[in-house]
C-alpha cells in the first residue's frame, strides 16, 4: 500500500521558535505538496515541490519554507512559530500533472502554537 | 471569487436518499478534475477523478460542464457511511502545478 508518512500527528511549540515538519513518501513520486486547512478556509497551498531541491511558492508561503534534499522526502519549516500558524498541516505527493493521477495525502499534523 | 467554489452545506439526508453537489471552478485552463471524500479530522482521500464524458463508480456518478465550468457529484442510495465532506478539486496543467481545492461540502446522512 502506497504511503505518504507525516513525523508529527500532534505538535505544541512555543511562540518564536523553528518547527519542522517531515513528510516521506515511498512512492517515488516526482511532486510533493504542502498545505494547511483551516476551518471555512479549505485547503491552501503553502510549497510544492517538482523535483529535488526544486520548490515553488503556492498561495501562502510567507512565514514558511521548504527543503527537498532527497525525493522521498519534503520537509516544512517554520521558521519563527507564530499564533496564527496553528493548524492542520497535510503533506501531499502525486505523479507530474496531466497523468489524471490525484494525490496521497499523509495523515496530518495538527500544529498549536502557544 | 475562489477559484474553486462549492455550497458548504450541511446536506442532511435520509439513508436510501439521491444527494448531488455541484462545485464551479474560475479557470478555464483547469485541465484535470477530481472528488475527494475527507472524513473528520482525517486526511482526504481520492473518491474518483472526473471525465469530460462523464464516469461511474457503483452509486457515485460525476459529470464536468468545461463550457459551464462545472463539475458534479451524484450519490445513490446514500448510506450512512457516505457522511464526510466532499472536496471537488482542480489541477491545471499549465502554469501552476498544484491541485485547488473547494472549501467542501458536508454531507450528513440519518437513519
Known amino acids: 500500500d502506497v504511503k505518504v508518512t507525516q513525523s508529527s500527528r500532534y505538535l505544541v511549540k512555543r511562540t518564536g521558535e523553528k518547527v519542522f515538519l517531515e513528510c516521506v513518501q515511498d512512492m517515488d513520486h516526482e511532486n510533493m505538496f504542502w498545505y494547511r486547512q483551516d476551518p471555512g478556509l479549505g485547503l491552501r497551498l503553502i510549497y510544492f515541490?517538482?523535483?529535488?531541491?526544486?520548490?515553488e511558492k503556492g498561495d501562502i508561503p510567507e512565514g514558511y519554507s521548504v527543503s527537498r534534499e532527497k525525493k522521498e522526502r519534503f520537509s516544512l519549516i517554520l521558521e519563527s512559530a507564530s499564533t496564527n500558524q496553528t493548524s492542520m498541516y497535510l503533506c501531499?505527493?502525486?505523479?507530474?500533472?496531466?497523468?489524471?493521477?490525484?494525490?496521497?495525502f499523509g495523515s496530518g499534523t495538527r500544529l498549536t502554537v502557544v | 471569487r475562489k477559484e474553486v467554489e462549492q455550497d458548504p452545506g450541511p446536506f442532511n439526508v435520509p439513508e436510501g436518499a439521491t444527494v448531488a453537489f455541484n462545485c464551479t471552478y474560475s479557470?478555464?485552463?483547469?485541465?484535470?478534475f477530481f472528488w475527494y471524500r475527507q472524513d473528520c479530522r482525517k486526511e482526504p482521500k481520492l473518491l474518483m477523478s472526473?471525465?469530460?464524458s462523464g464516469n461511474e463508480d457503483g452509486r457515485f456518478t460525476a459529470q464536468l460542464n468545461r463550457a459551464s465550468q462545472y463539475i458534479s457529484l451524484l450519490i445513490r442510495d446514500s448510506k450512512l457511511s457516505d457522511s464526510a465532506t466532499y472536496l471537488c478539486?482542480?489541477?491545471?496543467?499549465?502554469?501552476?502545478?498544484?491541485?485547488?481545492f473547494g472549501s467542501g461540502t458536508r454531507l450528513q446522512v440519518q437513519p
Open positions: 472526473v471525465y469530460s
Open positions: 479557470n478555464s485552463a483547469s485541465q484535470s
Open positions: 478539486v482542480v489541477e491545471r496543467d499549465t502554469g501552476r502545478r498544484a491541485l485547488t
Open positions: 501531499a505527493s502525486s505523479r507530474p500533472p496531466g497523468t489524471g493521477a490525484g494525490y496521497t
Open positions: 515541490s517538482y523535483d529535488v531541491k526544486m520548490k
